[in-house]
């Protein structure tokens, strides 16, 4: 039996590893499949909220691109790019889809929060990882690079590298509207802070909370942007009052030239 | 096993070269295990080939799910699927090469074979901790196939080590029957 020894040995060393694998998997992995109620909500913010907030207290987009058109099946294409452990992006991808859901389906969101040891620790936020989109007027691309641990997640193909690299400066969020605009943050990480994901969601419908008057009010600049690709399909959604409002925040944008895409 | 194995006769066995009166082993009998550890170095064989065609091949028609724990296409392009320019699925290749030749049962019969043997599977089990710790911290993705490799060493580590010390055991005892009488 002593000849067994280093096969015990062996066994134990692998199940320590797989232990801690497991134990640091535990602690780290905040992402799960979100509720169908935080869902419904994030994907159905009734219209009249999103007319009432207009532009809210939302900024516009930090640029406006004048290279290349970013598209995908003929449709115009938006490409967000981020991570799971990033308080920015926890910020903005409530209103991203907001505003996605209006030109098309928005399903398998995951639920998780920001890193807890970085700035605005532990946002509340939706995760794209795995999501999927379906829409008759534009495509879009959820690309979560990182978890919560800053480990790999999603991989971007070659040239969407090269956008995020080019015309985002590798920081996170980067949204590209198509090739025309693109988007950093809106707002900041702390209107949601210590919130969770059902009172955030909850106060999306409620164009008086401050919640709302940020994500909503991106949502409708986010709108807008996306309308102009669209040539204002749905006519529902791109001619309501909210979007209209919160157009006037897209002229405020610097140009940027873009060689990628 | 019983029948396997055959009495030992005095021809079976010579003095070493210093005249110690220590016997060495010549000869041994086949035993079951012997063909059970030289079956399990044929698995990795076939395993380790398969692995390695596949990263020659780009992984074309590696069969493997890819979900968030399991994915062995993103073990074998990893950067840790190379040791030096060669891939580690070859280096599993040639211990098999090796194993599979150490562990005929006919070799078991050699005793020189022994110690090679089991520093082998040592140095083997020892690139498979090295490599579930890769797998599991580093890449973030099991590979079953590799799992599967990594699980027939473990049981070929035990085997060996087992059959060796049997084997070891019964030279020692048979060493000390034929031993003349005055030397005892």
Redesign the interface.
Known sequence: M???T??VV??V??AI??GV?LAGTAQANKTTAASASITRQVTGVPLSALNTVGAGSASGPAATLTGDKLTANGLPRILYVGAEWCPYCATERWPLAVAISRFGTLTNLGETASSPSDVYPNTATLSFHGSTYTSKVISFSGIEMENDQR??LDTLDSADQKLFTTVGGGSYPFIDIGGVYRFGVQYSPGVLAGKTHDEIAQALRDPTSTIAKAADGSANVLTAAICTLTDNKPAAVCTSSGVTAAAALLASAPTATTTAG | MAQAQRSSTPSDHRRSADGAGEVEVAGRSVTKLAWVTWALAIIGLVLSAYLSYEHFTGNATLSCPATATVNCEKVTTSEWSEVAGIPVAVFGLIFYVVMSVACLPLYWRIRVLDIPRVVAT?VG?GS??YL??IE??AV?AICLWCTGVHVVT?LL??AV??L??SLRSQDAETAARHRPAGRR
């Open positions: 002593l000849a067994m280093p096969v062996v066994v060393a692998i590893l797989v694998k480990q790999t | 040592i089990i498979v901790v579930v710790w599991l911290f973030n473990l580590l035990g080590l087992w060796t010390a």
